[in-house]
């Protein structure tokens, strides 16, 4: 029977079928852990004396609570330094590997996951985070999972699920200049809503879609979640076997070799049907910006706030003027006459080596607009250090810019990094929610090439207002080959 | 997980509707790291009014909720299936409950109990009158029985076995230990093992320090 690329790897990963509302039993190949949402799950099993079955399927990192500067000295925050310290003696005790602050793979779990080759074609990935759907981009089933969750799958290596609803979602056609795979998302989130894609995985498909980077790719899996999807998938080619070839946990020889064949046959049936269809043309899509606080209520932006009162459904306008309040907007604005006070650069939606490079190239020989201030937070410390081997930090710096260390910071600002109430920023992270980057803080979502305009600017831009068609160095700004 | 086939104890009516999970424990208590010992983030903005319900003496030992309706509206959060149970409860009682804070009950053993609104006001009135009265609730027989009053109570069939047999998920998954072995004696080898590690060369870190501070290099990192 045809079937879609994730009931493959459904299918592929059954260790026992459930029937009669009994839901199937899923293997799991790789766990991902970190720091929040594991100490309960470890705790459960102290309590029930239980091991954890398969460590060697199982990578842990701090992440979302470690500081961006001075990570050589003992963590100020006593809660963050707490579960930090926590991780750590778990890992000890149930013998799993950890990268911990200052090694070189220690940086957002859904950047180390890909880097070290461990996230790959085929593979069932879960992690107690709802962005693991980045790893989706590899043709994984990716998902994130609560803490109970959690501690079954470090006891037991599979999962009990119901299984999903499937969604096509074809881009086709070939981006303008200065729009990016963040600008894709964000418009296919605006197309369909926050709720649009509950029930499905998503699969991302179409000549837009096969002619991104696999950075690029991460970037629009990661937001599967913010449409509301458990998860997104792109089915695997040359692109991403040119990522992993080479990567400390790539397979190699026959491996190598028996593991593409396999990869080779990750694709969507022709005559296989999804339960949805979605359809955008590329061509349209300009960059984009939210105006509000959930990552639905985003529009291009070359256009305006917008007036409430001019929204039909009553929840819709509602929500909307809660928005414009929250965000202090006031409708008929230009969003490019929004000023903003920070910019951030990272997160494991847009802090790659590739998002970098782009930022440095609007950088490059520019200085920052005296009223802002810019962090540049890579999403690995590996992300760091290529960066700093290319001599992107010194274009950084030279700017005006932060130049931090690995983690996830102002994407959630549970570390240091955090806006001041009612401070503005322009964020190359995933989630605009009230407080989310700071208690007061107000988050617009922007592409990486939009969040360097503005940072030169001041005000929400993109390349196109700096009047830069193609990068100093004469190369395309929008790079669509991962180095 | 234990076994939950009758549990006798004492009702505490909480006439509120919509209890959210915001109210059954609030945010603060989030950043903890262990799993038990949240009874004191339980109701926490109203322990402090002495007429809150738990604060009387002959509720205080409580072991049966027996709330309004939509009871764990909210965020997905388990702890407050774990502060209800580190409390002592051993099942809520409501006409409706939100899905994922039954689905948390379910995989934490809490009975989540549905009755009729009618039913639910029955019992308040008799816990009201008789404070201290001891509730019934009899998963077996699917009732609950309180003074002198008998009703049914609702709960899926899957749910209903999986406590009364006392299996957890975990506990239930382990049942199907040799399916598992078996599916693992099958697995590719190309399908990547995070142990061994493997590394590329180590390198050095330096660490970012503020705006204005010169970086100084070759400062020991914290050792893992
Ligand atoms: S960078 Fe942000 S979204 Fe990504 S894992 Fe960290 S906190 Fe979550």
Redesign the pocket.
């Given at each position: 029977m045809a079937r879609t690329l994730a009931e493959k790897v459904w299918d592929a990963h059954v260790v026992r079928r459930g029937t009669d509302g009994v839901p199937d039993l899923l293997y799991i190949d790789l766990h991902l852990v970190?720091e929040v949402t594991s100490p309960q799950a470890f705790d459960g099993l102290r309590l029930a004396g239980r091991r954890v079955r398969r460590p060697d399927l199982t990578l842990a990192t701090e992440?979302?609570n470690t500081p961006t500067l001075d990570i050589d000295l003992p963590i100020a925050d006593p809660t963050s330094r707490t579960q930090i310290e926590t991780l750590r003696r778990n890992a000890e005790e149930f013998g799993i590997r950890l990268h911990s602050l200052g090694d070189a793979d220690q940086g957002?779990?859904?950047q180390v996951g890909p880097q070290l080759g461990l996230t790959m074609p085929g593979l069932t990935v879960v992690c107690g985070?709802?962005?693991t759907s980045?790893h989706g981009a590899f043709g994984a089933l990716a998902f994130g999972i609560g803490t109970s969750e959690v501690e079954h799958v470090l006891a037991t290596q599979t999962l009990p699920l119901q299984p999903f609803k499937t969604m096509a979602i074809t881009v086709d056609g070939t981006l303008p200049h200065g729009a990016t795979a963040k600008d894709i998302i964000l418009a296919i989130i605006a197309k369909i809503g926050t709720g649009g894609g509950q029930g499905y995985v998503l699969e991302y498909r179409g000549e837009a879609i096969r002619s991104l980077s696999m950075e690029a790719r991460m970037t629009i899996c990661?937001m599967s979640i913010e449409a509301g999807a458990r998860a997104g998938m792109i089915a695997p080619d040359e692109t991403t076997f040119a990522y992993l070839k080479g990567r400390p946990h790539a397979p190699e020889g026959a491996d190598w070799d028996a593991a593409v064949e396999y990869w080779q046959t990750l694709r969507t049936d022709d005559d296989a049907v999804f339960d949805a269809e979605v359809v955008l043309d590329a061509a349209d899509i300009e960059p984009f910006v939210t105006w509000g606080t959930n990552p639905g209520q985003g529009l291009p932006l070359s256009g305006r706030v917008p007036n409430p009162a001019e929204i039909g459904d009553d929840n819709q306008r509602v929500a909307a003027e809660r928005a414009l309040e929250y965000m202090g907007l006031t409708p008929g604005t230009p969003l490019r006459d929004i000023a903003v006070d920070t910019v951030f650069i990272?997160?494991?939606?847009n802090?790659r080596i590739e998002d970098l490079r782009q930022v440095a190239k609007v950088f490059q020989g520019r200085r920052k607009a005296d009223s802002v201030r810019v962090l540049v937070v890579p999403?690995s410390a590996r992300v760091r250090l290529q960066a700093e081997a290319e001599g992107l930090d010194r274009i950084f710096t030279d700017f005006g810019a932060e130049w931090r260390n690995a983690?996830?910071?102002m994407?959630?600002g549970?570390n240091p990094d955090q806006l001041a109430p009612g401070e503005r920023a322009a964020s190359t992270?995933?989630?605009n929610f009230e407080g989310r980057q700071g208690k007061g803080g107000r988050t617009h979502l922007v592409s990486p090439l939009v969040a360097a305009a503005t940072a030169v600017r001041g005000t929400l831009s993109s390349v196109g207002d700096l009047g830069i068609e193609d990068a100093p160095d004469g190369s395309p700004l929008t790079t669509t080959v991962s180095a | 997980m234990e076994k939950f086939t009758q549990h006798t104890g004492v009702g505490v009516p909480l006439r509120r509707s919509n209890v959210d999970t915001d109210q059954i424990i609030p945010a603060v208590y989030l950043k903890r790291v262990t799993r038990t010992g949240f009874e004191d983030g339980l109701f926490s903005a109203w322990r402090n009014d002495p007429a809150f319900v738990l604060n009387q003496a002959p509720y205080a030992t409580g072991s049966v909720l027996v709330a309004g309706p939509d009871f764990g509206t909210g965020s997905s959060r388990e702890h407050a299936v774990w502060a209800l149970k580190d409390y002592g409860f051993k099942a809520v009682l409501s006409s409706r409950f939100a899905d994922i804070f039954r689905g948390n009950s379910g995989k934490q053993g809490l009975l989540a109990a549905q009755l009729a609104q009618e039913d639910i006001e029955l019992i308040w009135k008799i816990l009201e009158t008789t404070p201290g009265t001891e509730v019934t609730v009899d998963l077996v027989n699917k009732q609950v029985r309180c003074a002198d009053v008998t009703v049914p109570l609702q709960v899926d069939d899957y749910t209903r076995w999986r406590l009364m047999e006392g299996l957890d998920d975990i506990g239930l998954t382990l049942q199907h230990e040799g399916d598992i072995a078996e599916f693992e004696e099958h697995r590719a080898s190309w399908r990547p093992r995070t142990l061994p590690a493997k590394h590329l060369p180590k390198v050095e870190v330096k660490a970012a320090r503020a705006a204005g501070v010169p970086v100084e290099i070759g400062r020991p990192l914290p050792q893992n």
């Open positions: 970190h992440d979302h957002i779990v859904h985070d709802s962005h980045t990661n990272g997160s494991c939606t802090g999403s983690g996830c910071s994407c959630l549970m992270s995933n989630r | -």
